[in-house]
Each structure stands twice: as C-alpha cells, then as structure tokens.
C-alpha cells in the first residue's frame, strides 16, 4: 500500500504546439513524464474528452469570442477554442507519451453544460470523476502532479487534491501554461505553494 504515484494532466494532442488550444512549450513535457513515468509505483492520467457541442467552446455561444468570459450553468466561465472533442485526434494523448506505462485514465469535462479544470470534479463541484475514490482504494496518500495548463487543469487538480487530502508534490519542470494574463502561472504556482503543495 501508498504506492508512489505520478498524476499526469491532460497531455493531449489539443494542448501541444500545433494544436486547438496550443500551450507553449508543452511538447517539453512528453520527455519528463515519460521519464518519471518509469520512476513511480502508479501512473494517472487526466484526460480532457468534451461533447462537441461543450459549453466552454466560443462556437457554443453566438455572439462571443475565444476567450471571453461569460456565464455557463451558474459558473464563471473562459471561453476556449473547440478543443479535445471525444473521438477526435486532438483528445488522444501526445504520440510519443508512454501511454503504455499509465495505469488508469480518468476523463473530464464530458457534461456539455459544466466545464472541469480539476481532474477530481466539475468547476462546481458538481460531479467527481471518481478519481479520488480510486486513489484511495490503491492507498495511495501523496501524489506527485505534472503537465497541462500549469494555471487551470493543472492548478486545479493539485487545489482539489489537497482538499481531499493527498499530499501533493508539484514537479514544476513538468507544467506550462496558458498565460492568458502575464504572470498567471507565477501566480497559480504560489496559490498551489501556499495551499500547502510542495514545489520540486
Ligand atoms: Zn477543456
């Protein structure tokens, strides 16, 4: 029991340069978690999976633009590219991933009404992807977290993971991020600090 255990977040096609919804640098990551992928116990992984008629599209809301905010089932929400359609090309994970190596795979954002940042609930907490309760049926008590978007998915996993009570070791190396506003990914990774991840 308590294997080490490394949760990968949404490193799929769609996040890597060239992609819908392209993070910088992400590609970058594909090489540390396959490094660490061989080092842990348990292997995790996120993956986003959204209807394509999702709520968190700009397509889904006439009128509005990538990246406006506006209101989506009671919730604050950003408006994104059509990104990590199920069954589509830009929802697989990045070719040269060593998905061999994960054991388990857990989707999010896949009620159209409701986005999910964390890979433990809906933005409203709505709804859990059993991710938790899967962890602690392996007993497993820390995690360590790496990848995509360091200042949304990424940032919210880890905040939901503490709140569970994991303990949670950011691997800092490993997240980039989508930078909408300069500085968000300086200021994700000190709300994760000081929610009580620590930073390698
Ligand atoms: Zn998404």
Not at 24 to 45: H, M, R, T, W, Y
């Amino acid at each position: 029991m308590n294997p080490s255990t490394l949760l990968l977040v949404d490193l799929q096609n769609d996040f890597m340069p060239g992609g819908a919804l392209a993070v910088s640098g992400a590609n970058e990551v594909i090489p540390i978690a396959n490094k660490l992928i061989d080092q842990f116990d348990l292997v995790v992984a996120t993956q986003d999976w959204h209807p394509p008629d999702h709520g968190s599209f700009a397509a889904s809301h006439e009128g509005h633009n990538v990246f406006d905010e506006v209101g989506l089932n009671g919730l604050p929400q950003t408006l994104w590219p059509t990104h990590c359609v199920e069954n589509t090309g830009g929802a697989l994970f990045a070719p040269t991933l060593n998905t061999a190596g994960i054991d388990r795979v857990f989707p999010k954002g896949t009620d159209a009404s409701i986005d999910s940042y964390s890979g433990f609930y809906d933005n409203g907490k709505r709804a859990s992807t059993g991710l938790g309760d899967w962890l602690r049926e392996k007993g497993v008590t820390a995690i360590t977290v790496l990848g995509v978007a360091t200042d949304y998915c990424v940032k919210f996993t880890v905040l939901d993971a503490l709140t569970e009570g994991f303990a949670v070791t950011l691997h800092v190396p490993g997240c980039r991020g989508v930078n909408l506003q300069e500085g968000d990914c300086e200021r994700a990774i000190r709300e994760m600090s000081g929610a009580g991840a620590t930073l390698t």
